[in-house]
């Protein structure tokens, strides 16, 4: 067969296999409805765990490489869980015949929100002076109208969240009101004035992007305001979800944020920084490839195309920003110092230490 004919056979084989997979989106659409009719989780744990177990072995005997085999079950499980979890998001309607305001909703977060949202049956409005959204209310100005909603969400910029937050408590709103930023410190003035006018407040951070399609294995995190209702209200909007929700107090959340993004963004950014300030080894790097180097840049690309601004707010907004950055920077000298030293044995302790912290903290996660 000519070179022509191999590729249109492989043509055809991607035909197939997308219609298997499309076939396949169908069958879990039954399974999520059975699941929810019997009261059944959306993930079983196990069940994947057979089928994974299950692919390797039929890769094997296939002649098909068995990690590519659980790649690609993989790959299909999570498109499954996708589609089941949508599926009981709305089928639960918790926003039916109840109206949602989302103020900056032209933003990447604040669109997620709207959509979220949408598809648990609220009608959704977006006030944002960027303009409108295709497909749902739109007001240039949340401060002309009622603001009557039965939910209110705060997804602005931290450097406006905090007056418009100040804002909303002046207007005194009947319906829940949470705001959705990376940092709370600097909300602090805004929340204490909602829940000092009475609003039924609190606060929220979704610990993942704009691009997120499953919430499993990922984490909401809830600051209690010292409001137990609107902590219910808010936690509901995800109990649908395979998302782990987490409720901790402004201070928590803000001093553990400073290690889990302050830190790691930091990281990155020297990293990269590193490399765009090499000089000529820069081209050459671009060539050379490890495991480690690799994954490594592939984290930091990641980084580097994130918001310049959302990233500078995260590090200097938060009141206990300070401290990550200067373990960092104790971390670093005490590592160039052993190679200045010839320091082997204080180097060696850095990776031992290292190493059991990872361990205790692997062990400490719950199982997948």
């Not at 002649?63 to 009981?88: D, F, K, N, W, Y």
């Not at 990376?182 to 691009?211: Q, V, Y």
Request: proline letters at 4%; glycine letters at 8%; charged letters at 25%.
């Amino acid at each position: 067969m000519s070179l022509e004919d191999l590729r249109a056979r492989l043509d055809l084989l991607d035909r197939r296999l997308l219609e298997l997979v499309a076939e396949r989106q169908s069958i879990s659409t039954q399974v999520a409805e059975v699941k929810r009719a019997t009261g059944q989780p959306t993930r079983d744990f196990r069940r994947e765990r057979e089928v994974l177990l299950k692919a390797r072995r039929d890769a094997e005997a296939l002649g098909v490489s068995p990690a590519l085999g659980e790649a690609l079950l993989g790959a299909l499980i999570r498109g499954s869980l996708t589609t089941q979890e949508r599926s009981r998001v709305a089928a639960q309607g918790r926003g039916s015949g109840r109206r949602a305001l989302v103020i900056g909703g032209r933003g990447k977060m604040g669109r997620w929100f709207a959509d979220f949202m949408a598809s648990q049956g609220f009608e959704v409005a977006i006030a944002d002076p960027a303009g409108e959204l295709v497909g749902y209310e739109w007001l240039p100005d949340w401060r002309q109208g009622e603001l009557d909603q039965d939910i209110v969400v705060v997804a602005t910029p931290l450097q406006i969240a905090n007056q418009v937050l100040a804002e909303i408590a002046g207007r005194r709103p009947r319906g829940l009101v949470f705001d959705i930023g990376s940092l709370k410190t600097p909300l602090r003035a805004g929340l204490e004035a909602l829940r000092t006018a009475g609003c039924r407040a609190t606060s929220i951070h979704p610990m993942f992007g704009p691009d997120t399609e499953l919430l499993s294995g990922r984490h909401v995190i809830f600051v209690d305001l010292g409001d137990a209702t609107a902590l219910v209200e808010a936690r509901a909007l995800f109990g649908s979800t395979m998302a782990e929700l987490v409720t901790m107090s402004l201070d928590e959340h803000d001093r553990l944020i400073a290690y889990v993004l302050g830190l790691s963004h930091a990281l990155n950014i020297a990293f990269f920084t590193a490399l765009a300030d090499s000089g000529e080894a820069a081209p050459r790097l671009a060539r050379m490839s490890s495991t480690t180097f690799d994954a490594q840049l592939d984290l930091a690309t990641r980084v580097a195309g994130e918001s310049p601004e959302l990233y500078f707010e995260i590090q200097s907004l938060n009141s206990y920003g300070e401290e990550a950055l200067q373990a960092l920077q104790a971390a670093v000298a005490r590592l160039c110092s052993a190679v200045h030293e010839r320091d082997a044995a204080a180097f060696k302790a850095m990776m031992v230490t290292g190493r059991d912290y990872l361990e205790v903290r692997r062990a400490a996660k719950p199982p997948a």
